[in-house]
């Protein structure tokens, strides 16, 4: 097998596969020791970021369903569809109902 092919291999796989590890994680400007959680959004639709923890605050933003962010931490806030806690985004002013945002690390309280 000539080098142009196991290139054209090796890169392929690491499309396939680098997204899904936390090299491809690192990739996109996130330190792997980075010490704050991450949260992956589960909505089927866009997901608001609050302005407070409470759905009755004004959007600042919206999240993609699927889309991984860091969390500062969590408190509890209004009610969402029977959950109370909310997490603030890090290096962001918003917060996200924890109903929607499902932490892949334990969140510390604010």
Do not use: F
Not at 24 to 41: F, I, L, Y
Not at 44 to 62: C, F, G, H, W
Not at 87 to 106: D, E, F, M, T
């Amino acid at each position: 097998m000539g080098k142009k092919a196991l290139l054209t291999y090796a890169l392929a796989a690491g499309v396939l596969i680098g997204p899904l590890s936390t090299a491809g994680w690192a990739a996109e400007g996130h330190a792997q020791a980075d010490p704050r959680p991450v949260g992956v959004v589960e909505s089927r639709a866009p997901l608001n970021v609050r302005e407070k923890p409470t759905v009755y605050s004004d959007v600042v933003k919206q999240l993609h369903p699927h889309e991984r962010v860091l969390l500062s931490c969590q408190k509890r806030g209004g009610w969402v569809d029977g959950n109370p806690v909310w997490y603030r985004l890090h290096g962001s002013k918003g917060w996200v109902s924890a109903r929607y945002v499902h932490n892949l690390q334990p969140v510390r309280p604010c």
